[in-house]
């Protein structure tokens, strides 16, 4: 499975991004899909995963009702919208798709086979 990360850009204190994550070469609803993000100078950290089939979804603290993560089956893709968007957001941004059964998501990135290149959200005005 490839995955491909886009969306990112600058944006200010406040706004909104929607990053997608597309994968090629293997069904997205058969993996858990998970974002992560690595802020400069800070180790990588899991944000957001939605489960296969049912689609569970779990968000870190720090992200919880500000983000929300979705899958379109029909486009193999999995999005991350993103409102009131802060400085501390800024962090490149990746997606990761792991064999991880139930409907029950968790970001250990030990569980993720796959991953995108990242994208970069940069929060500022």
């Known amino acids: 499975v490839q995955l491909q990360a886009s969306g990112g850009g600058l944006v200010q204190p406040g706004g909104s991004l929607r990053l997608s994550c597309a994968a090629s070469?293997?069904?997205?609803?058969?993996?858990?899909i998970g974002w992560f993000r690595r802020a400069p100078g800070k180790e990588r950290e899991g944000i957001s995963c939605i489960s296969d089939g049912i689609g569970g979804t779990y968000y870190t603290d720090s992200v919880q009702d500000r983000f929300t993560i979705s899958r379109d089956n029909t486009k193999n893709t999995v999005y991350l919208q993103m409102h009131s968007l802060k400085s501390e957001d800024t962090a490149v941004y990746y997606c990761a798709a792991g064999p991880i059964p139930g409907d029950v998501c968790h970001t250990l990135p030990f569980l993720y086979h796959y991953w995108g290149q990242g994208t970069q959200v940069t929060v500022s005005s």
């Open positions: 070469g293997g069904i997205l609803d058969d993996y858990a």
